[in-house]
Structure formats: C-alpha cells, structure tokens
C-alpha cells in the first residue's frame, strides 16, 4: 500500500470509528440519563430517586472553605502566630490549605492530617487525644494525627468538612485559630 492509500484508510476508519463514539455518547445522553432503546426505555428506570438507593450530603463549598481558613489565618495572625490552615471535606479531600508568612514547613501536612482526623471522628483533636489511652494504636491509622489542632465543621450534627490548624507552640492554640475558622461559617 502506498502512502496516499495508508492516510486515506486510516482517516476513514477514524472517521467510523469517530461516528460509531457519537452514537454510543448521544444514545446513553439522552434527557432523563437513559439511553433511548426499546428494551431499556420500557423498563423502570435505574436512576428513579425513590429513596432507598440514594442519600442526600451537604458539602462545603469552596468559597466557604477559603472564609473558614482565612478567619482561622487572621485569628493566629492576631496573636502573632506563624501557622498553616487546611480544609478538607467529608472524605479528607482537601479543599484548600493557606500556609501563613513564616509557617514551619512541617505545618502543611501536619494541618491536613489534624483536619482529617477531626472529621473522621466528628470531634476535635484535643479530645481525641484522650482516647489514644485506651485505644493506642488509633494513632497508628493512616493520615491522622492525634494532637490538639483540629475542628470539625458540622451540618446538622454530622461531619462535613474538617478544620486543622498547625504551627503554633501549642495545640491548645492551633484548635483556637480552627474553631475561629468554624465559627466564621456560622455568621
């Protein structure tokens, strides 16, 4: 096969191929998520919200998260506190973390494990901290971290997103600056 006959096969066939992807794409994009065939738009459909399948969460926005670690920031900046602030939502992702001028550079995964931690078990570190008495190898479960920093936020009493705070001398303060950031949510 010469070189005009090889480029002219294979524009075809990516041709096909392309419109053969149109079909299958417009076909399972039709109103509603189902495709529109016979058998399968005769039959019940399988995304029908009838509430035994499905569950409503609530999620922090962006906008909320970035508020939240902002007023976190400026209540450390206040009292002359150098500090990283992370927020992560229900699922330890993070949302955004802000590494204040002259944050440790230990601080920005330590903020993000003390907020892991805190919506993991809907509570804040410090108290956290207290069941690792009785129950050592908590600690031992990965991206957590076990001392004074974060603050979960709640919607509705359950966990949505998480607050953590690192850098300051001690955990009692990075938990202050993270229960700033929750606070700042409720206004």
């Given amino acids: 096969m010469n070189t005009r006959t090889r480029v002219l096969t294979g524009t075809a066939l ?5 419109a053969g992807t149109f079909g299958a794409v417009s076909a399972s994009a039709a109103p509603g998520g189902q495709a529109e065939s016979g058998a399968q738009a005769e039959s019940a459909p399988a995304n029908q919200a009838d509430g035994k399948n499905f569950t409503n969460t609530t999620h922090l926005t962006v906008d909320a998260a970035a508020r939240a670690a902002q007023a976190a920031l400026e209540a450390a900046e206040k009292e002359g506190q150098k500090v990283t602030v992370a927020v992560v939502d229900r699922n330890g992702n993070t949302i955004v973390t802000l ?3 002259g944050a440790g550079p230990q601080s ?3 903020a993000q494990r003390k907020a892991f931690t805190a919506v993991s078990w809907n509570a804040p570190t410090s108290v956290l901290v207290g069941r690792l008495a009785q129950t050592p190898n908590l600690k031992d479960i990965p991206g957590t971290l076990f001392l004074g920093g974060g603050a979960p936020v709640q919607a509705k009493g359950a966990p949505v997103a998480g607050i953590g705070v690192a850098g300051a ?10 229960k700033a950031g929750v606070e700042a949510l409720a206004e």
């Avoid at 001690?170 to 600056?177: A, I, N, P, T, Y």
Wanted: proline share 5%; glycine share 14%.
């Fill in 108 to 110: 920005y995964e330590s």
């Fill in 169 to 178: 001398p001690s955990g009692d303060l990075d938990e202050k600056f993270a």
């Fill in 99 to 101: 590494r204040g001028d």
């Fill in 14 to 18: 990516a041709v096909v191929l392309g």
